[in-house]
């Protein structure tokens, strides 16, 4: 079964947005994250009280699939703390999920995709053409790299590992009925304690390589 669709989950702090991004220039895929989705979102118009009306309009659809077209690669976005998931509305509006559902969907059927984040792997967990990863670390190693790259000291990077992973797990299992951390919800596990994203990247590609059948 060829893979036309990766999905990558990752933690706060495990780099997972820079192996996303090698993995995509890599296979020549386009890479979606969810910042990239949300912002394409209130740019074809979406807010809180027009998200109810979203299916009812055939054209609001193709509104988003533009707008997306628009966006920057997520491979030219810097590193920042990820949304506080809880506490944004948007993301907890179920005619918002849906449309992002349907975002994620109508993209993986054209394939050639690399989704991070966003609970894509969930979205698609039932397609045998998509390859699921997820992206973890151990606290200690995530929270020398938070130290490092957005210049925290030790007990605020502390602080937003066990944070951030409190609400991804909350969320997950509330909206999706899935356990986030569980390796089962997953084909493929990547610890970035010791891989550099090169590396970490290269598993990946190879799990990509095994899943693809190879020419005759």
Known sequence: MT?????????????????????????????????IVQEAALEAGVSPETIAEAERRPSF????????????????????????IDATPILTSADYRQLIQDVVEDFANHGRVVFLGHGAQFMLRARPDVLRVFITGS?????????????????????LVQRTDRE????FREYFGAEWLDPASY?????????APEAAARVILSAVELRNPVPA
Do not use: K
Request: proline share 2%; hydrophobic share 45%; no cysteine.
């Open 139 to 159: 606290e200690a190693a995530r929270v020398r790299r938070l130290m490092a790259q957005a210049r925290l000291d030790e007990t605020a990077a502390r602080a």
């Open 168 to 171: 991804r797990v909350a969320y």
């Open 187 to 195: 084909d493929l596990t990547v610890s970035t304690d010791r891989l």
């Open 61 to 84: 659809f193709a509104r988003i699939i533009e707008a997306l077209a628009r966006t920057p690669s997520a491979a030219s976005l810097q590193w920042g703390e990820p949304l506080n």
């Open 3 to 35: 893979i036309s669709a990766i999905t990558i989950a990752r933690q706060v702090g495990t780099g997972g947005e820079e192996v996303a991004a090698i993995v995509a220039e890599r296979l020549g895929y386009r890479l979606l994250d969810y910042r």
